[in-house]
């Protein structure tokens, strides 16, 4: 009798340990769900869920593809519909949340009566003079303003000579509102021309930087009443046609009693507003800012009220002290809320930070 319930005992055991380690494979065999996210601009459409692995059913998405009076070109996992991130969500899985950006072309685009430019810097090139939109005549500008292509509507072109090293963005009117950077090209080969970085830290307002020496085509597309459909695409046409002249060794800036120095950063979403340091003792200028974290700033040098092209960024930042203020990135980054003492000091063309 003993026996027989030590039988039923290890019976039961082994019927609990049974149902036990299939519930166990029940749950590793459940797949994970993801949300995706679907966007026109920075307007959200709606949202699906999908299993790991699995395609989304075209009536997860389909209704989100209609907008008034615009015809839908697809679905890109970068705003600026970079040709690379297109997806194909008759195939396409997902391995994690996605957010995914509804390219809509307007049926109706109003004419873009603006002039744009591509500008920049350089050390070999003809880039170099427009000096980031720089103080020129207006003939001089010229050389790097966009013309018609006649082959759609706002479509608009600049072919010029583009060296390794060069940085560049596209601006309208001479101006810095609305720029378009690396975060708007849709066809470019990154071994030619790499994102930079640069203002707000944001794709759209990235700069370009040469890869590659060549002559390049830029294809600039425009609609008026919806930047999130402007693109830029970049085309290397060859090597380039002109020579690059010898990089010079530049001789130090003197300061002077006409120089001056200002800030202009992220405070204004257009980078527009400057303010005016203080020249404390010889060449070294000060400013004392209340910022909110994640704040960037850059500092120009003016030379009797012209901008020099000079500028303090980042790796102006040399100390360990003021660096642990900061976040990473191209500008200065200040890293939490604060009130700020910037010392810009032009003989040895630092930045040292407290707070």
């Given amino acids: 009798m003993k026996a027989m319930k030590k039988v039923m005992a290890i019976f039961a055991i082994c019927t609990v340990l049974a149902m036990s380690l299939a519930a166990c494979k029940d749950n590793a065999q459940e797949k994970a769900k993801y949300t995706i996210t679907f966007m026109n601009g920075d307007k959200t459409l709606g949202t699906a869920t999908v299993e790991e692995g699995a395609n989304l059913s075209e009536g997860d998405y389909s209704e989100f593809e209609n907008v008034e009076d615009a015809q839908f070109k697809g679905w890109y996992e970068t705003p600026g519909f970079l040709e690379s991130s297109l997806k194909d969500l008759k195939t396409a899985t997902f391995k994690k949340d996605t957010?995914?950006?509804?390219?809509?072309?307007?049926?109706?685009?109003?004419?873009?009566?603006?002039?744009?430019?591509?500008?920049?810097?350089?050390?070999?090139?003809?880039?170099?003079?427009?000096?980031?939109?720089?103080?020129?005549?207006?003939?001089?500008?010229?050389?790097?303003?966009?013309?018609?292509?006649?082959?759609?509507?706002?479509?608009?072109?600049?072919?010029?000579?583009?060296?390794?090293?060069?940085q560049f963005q596209v601006?309208?009117?001479?101006?810095?509102?609305d720029q378009k950077g690396f975060g708007c090209v849709t066809?470019?080969?990154?071994?030619?021309?790499?994102?930079?970085?640069?203002?707000?830290?944001?794709?759209?307002?990235?700069?370009?930087?040469?890869?590659?020496?060549?002559?390049?085509?830029?294809?600039?597309?425009?609609?008026?009443?919806?930047?999130?459909?402007?693109?830029?695409?970049?085309?290397?046409?060859?090597?380039?046609l002109t020579a690059g002249g010898e990089v010079e060794s530049e001789e130090p800036f003197v300061a002077t009693e006409n120089t001056t120095v200002s800030v202009k950063g992220s405070w204004v979403s257009d980078w527009s507003e400057y303010k005016e340091l203080t020249r404390t003792e010889g060449n070294t200028y000060t400013i004392s800012m209340e910022l909110t974290a994640d704040t960037e700033l850059c500092f120009s040098v003016f030379e009797s009220g012209e901008d020099t092209g000079i500028v303090l960024k980042g790796s102006n930042v040399t100390d360990d002290a003021s660096k642990g203020l900061l976040s990473d990135g191209h500008n200065v980054v200040v890293a939490a809320d604060g009130t700020y003492n910037f010392t810009v000091n032009l003989d040895a063309m630092t930045v040292v930070i407290t707070k």
């Avoid at 072309?105 to 002039?115: P, T, Y």
């Avoid at 427009?130 to 759609?152: C, E, I, P, R, Y």
């Avoid at 601006?171 to 509102?177: K, R, T």
């Avoid at 040469?210 to 597309?221: K, Q, R």
Wanted: charged share 20%.
């Fill in 171 to 177: 601006i309208h009117d001479w101006a810095w509102d």
């Fill in 187 to 240: 066809q470019v080969d990154e071994t030619q021309i790499e994102n930079g970085g640069g203002l707000g830290g944001s794709a759209e307002t990235s700069n370009c930087n040469v890869i590659m020496d060549g002559n390049y085509t830029l294809t600039l597309t425009t609609d008026p009443d919806n930047s999130a459909q402007d693109t830029l695409t970049i085309v290397r046409n060859g090597d380039p």
């Fill in 99 to 166: 957010t995914l950006y509804g390219s809509f072309k307007s049926s109706n685009v109003a004419e873009d009566s603006r002039l744009w430019y591509i500008v920049g810097t350089s050390e070999k090139g003809i880039l170099k003079t427009s000096n980031w939109a720089g103080s020129l005549d207006d003939a001089d500008k010229v050389q790097f303003q966009f013309t018609s292509t006649g082959n759609a509507t706002n479509e608009v072109s600049v072919t010029i000579d583009l060296f390794a090293g060069d």
